[in-house]
């Protein structure tokens, strides 16, 4: 049935059951997915794997749970004076040594990334 609907050019209808299966493994084809990123466009700040070898989200765990903005890109993060901390860190506030050193280890990662104009590259 899905090969002839691809053949017939229909659509998959998003609540069958194979839809829902497909969208319930979705986590896993992301393991594999990194981003090379050059203009920040389609990286999601926290959540790709674009910075280092794990996603932001899992190595600052502790700064992603009460920052505002879960679902930036990189590029809503930096613009052509460097990295936007109060966009990077809005709601979050460090209230201890540990937060203190979390949040400066993110900056020193950063550091010496950029953006540019060229397209992102998703592998």
């Known amino acids: 049935m899905v090969a002839r609907a691809l053949r017939e050019g229909s659509s998959f209808r998003p609540h069958s059951q194979w839809w829902r299966s497909v969208l319930g493994i979705r986590d896993i084809f992301k393991c594999g997915v990194t981003h090379s990123i050059r203009d920040g466009q389609s990286a999601n700040f926290w959540t790709n794997l674009w910075c280092g070898e794990a996603p932001l989200y899992s190595l600052y765990s502790h700064i992603f749970r009460d920052t505002a903005h879960k679902s930036c890109r990189a590029s809503d993060c930096f613009d052509g004076n460097g990295w936007k901390w109060e966009v990077i860190l809005a709601d979050f506030t460090p209230k201890t040594a540990f937060d203190r050193e979390l949040t400066q280890e993110l900056k020193?990662?950063?550091?010496?990334?950029?953006?540019n104009t060229r397209m992102d590259v998703v592998k």
């Open 108 to 115: 020193e990662m950063l550091s010496n990334l950029t953006l």
